[in-house]
């Protein structure tokens, strides 16, 4: 069995980074074609989130792509592990997708309008960066 590689994120709001919420009730991997369809990326699948809850270390898959169109980095992360949620405040939210290097509230929108136009998706919810930070998530990812 291949040994799980820990890194730390630290969420700060200097880097550009947004996080949008989604509910859909499909596996991972569906998700993910459905992203890169819509968005024209190549999200693909890499070590996951590890996170401490009950004294346990807890796996959420996490997919990575990097736009061939500007700098912007997109990592798709399971809010759900078995009976596990990796943000507990937010029950009903499937998914997150992390949007890095890109500032742009235009671009963010147009995201958020391709997510919804996918049939499979039943919400799509621009997350804000106080709850995240109000969580204090220190997930580890590359």
Known sequence: MTPV???KLIIDGDHGDCFLGMAIAEPDYRVSLLL???LGIKL?????VVAE????????????S????NNTCYDLISNR???HKLIPKLPKIDYLLRI????????????MRKIRSIEEITG???????????NKIQQLIP
């Open 5 to 7: 590689r820990k890194h």
């Open 36 to 38: 890169n369809n819509s």
């Open 44 to 48: 693909k699948s890499v070590d996951p």
């Open 53 to 64: 809850q009950s004294n346990n270390s807890v796996s959420f898959s996490r997919f990575y």
């Open 66 to 69: 990097v736009s061939r169109f």
């Open 81 to 83: 592990s078995s009976s």
């Open 100 to 111: 890095s290097g890109e500032d742009s509230l235009e671009l963010v929108e147009m995201i």
């Open 124 to 134: 799509v919810f621009l997350l804000d960066n106080d709850l995240i930070y109000e």
